[in-house]
Structures are given as C-alpha cells and as structure tokens.
C-alpha cells in the first residue's frame, strides 16, 4: 500500500485514531514500545467500525451478526450441524449459540432435529424461510461490502488480504490449541 495516499507512514505521521493514541501514550510513557498498535489497534478499530455498519442489512431483516453467521454457516455447508460444531464455523460461545439459536427458532428460520440414537444430539437445520432469507440477504451484504473496500484499488485489496490471511493463519494456530 502507498504510505503517502493513504494517510498513513511508518513514523506514525498518520492522521487517524491509533496515530493519535500513539502520540498520547508516547507524551506519558516515551520510552514504551506502542507498535503493535500500527496494525492491532487498526484491526480492531476497523472491526468494530465495519460491524457497527455492517448490520445495517442485517437489522433491516430483524437479525444481528450472530444470527446471521449461524444462518450463513448452515446454509454454506449444505448440511445439519450441531450446536457444538455451529459454535466452531461461527467461532463463538456456546451459550450465545443456545441463544441466537432460541431466537432462530421462535422466529420460524431453523429446525432442531433430535439424534434417533442419541437424544442428547440435537441437529439444526434451516426452514425454508431461513433458506429464503439467508439467499435474499446474502447478495445485499456482499454488495455493501463491495461498497466499504471501492476506496481501495485492487493492488491494495490483494495485498490487506494477503497479509490479513497470514495473520489469521497464525492466530488460530497459536489461540486454537488455547481453545481446544
């Protein structure tokens, strides 16, 4: 990526919210190493700005993200999950899949099926409405999506990916046997 287009420098000359965190912690601690906040304390602030608009799409159709994640991961892998595995694809607690999965549920959008052999397995599965939903929704979100990234060309794209990838690759490497 182009330091000078995008506002931001390896000196910390940048001009958005973690530069300006950067120099406040530099002014009271000179000598403490801030960083990882270059690309940290960006992900983190570029998440939660994404998902505050993100759901936009979503709350028009009743749905948070985590709603939506667990719809989307049933309908991406063409098959029954449980729970426990929809927990996994979805990369959240148990107790907030119970939940969302309540909600789903109340609102006619998926199914639990009970394990012939094993009552304490539950299998979830979407309606037809969930189906409908999910496929009317899915498109919209991709747009949107499409719209936040315009301000990057497609060099730049490939590149944030790239290094995004590898980044996730080693995070889930060295958190997943934390999780496990």
Excluded at 68 to 78: C, E, H, I, K, Q
């Amino acid at each position: 990526m182009n330091g000078e287009r995008s506002g931001v420098n390896q000196d910390d000359g940048a001009s958005d919210v973690v530069a300006a965190v950067r120099r406040q912690w530099r002014a009271v601690h000179p000598d403490l190493d801030t960083e990882p906040m270059e690309l940290v304390g960006r992900i983190n602030r570029c998440a939660a700005l994404l998902q505050q608009a993100e759901d936009a799409p979503l709350r028009s159709a009743g749905l948070t993200r985590g709603e939506f994640d667990l719809l989307g991961a049933v309908r991406r892998t063409g098959r029954e999950l449980t729970p426990g595995e929809l927990a996994r694809e979805t990369f959240a607690s148990g107790a907030a899949v119970t939940k969302r999965l309540r909600a789903l549920q109340d609102r006619g959008l998926v199914d639990r099926r009970t394990d012939t052999r094993d009552r304490r397995i539950g299998y979830i599965r979407l309606t037809d409405d969930g189906r409908a939903l999910v496929d009317r929704l899915m498109p919209q979100q991709l747009a949107y999506e499409r719209t936040v990234l315009a301000g990057l060309d497609e060099p730049t794209r490939r590149l944030l990916g790239a290094g995004l990838a590898e980044l996730l690759l080693q995070l889930e490497g060295r958190l997943g046997t934390l999780r496990a």
